[in-house]
């Protein structure tokens, strides 16, 4: 029998590249925080998956981007996009908050973003298979059960 998820207001989608150990750990510890309720995850090597929302993979090189899904057009990328998952965690709401509030805090932000983002490799490794989570995105929001570890294909 399908699995439904449990209805939420406005569910998400989180592109990371699947291949980066810093992008792979940070999505790891969002889907135990999240277990699949709000957040769903597309690697950004999966054209298949992306191109219902008019993306390539070549796209996900800017940056992750985040999709909400009752909106699709409504999408944030790079540093706006990590912003956006925190302030959709309630334990990160006045983080995000007090950071947004603090003078030049964004524009650093953005600048260590995007040197973590054009470095990540180098700096944390790059995994030999790409790492698919155990709460992929789910077109029609009927899925399977999902394992308890998640996969990695190549």
């Known amino acids: 029998m399908p699995y439904r998820r449990h209805p939420i207001s406005t569910m998400y989608c989180v592109i990371y590249d699947g291949h980066c150990n810093l992008c792979v750990n940070l999505v790891r510890v969002l889907e135990t925080v999240d277990q699949g309720q709000r957040f769903q995850y597309i690697p950004m090597q999966d054209a298949v998956a992306l191109a219902p929302f008019g993306l390539t ?4 090189e800017a940056g992750m981007i985040l999709i909400d899904l009752a909106q699709p057009t409504r999408r944030w990328q790079g540093s706006d996009a990590a912003e956006e998952i925190g302030r959709q965690m309630p334990l990160l709401q006045g983080l995000i908050a ?3 509030a603090l003078p030049g805090a964004k524009p650093t932000g953005d600048r260590v973003y995007a040197y973590i983002r ?3 490799y180098p700096i944390f490794g790059q995994r030999a298979q790409r790492y698919q989570s155990a709460h992929p ?6 899925c399977h059960p999902f394992p308890t570890t998640s996969k990695v294909d190549a």
Request: aromatic share 6%; charged share 30%; proline share 6%.
């Open 118 to 120: 054009d470095h990540r």
């Open 98 to 100: 007090a950071y947004r």
């Open 137 to 142: 995105h789910c077109s029609d929001q009927t």
């Open 57 to 60: 993979p070549t796209d996900g």
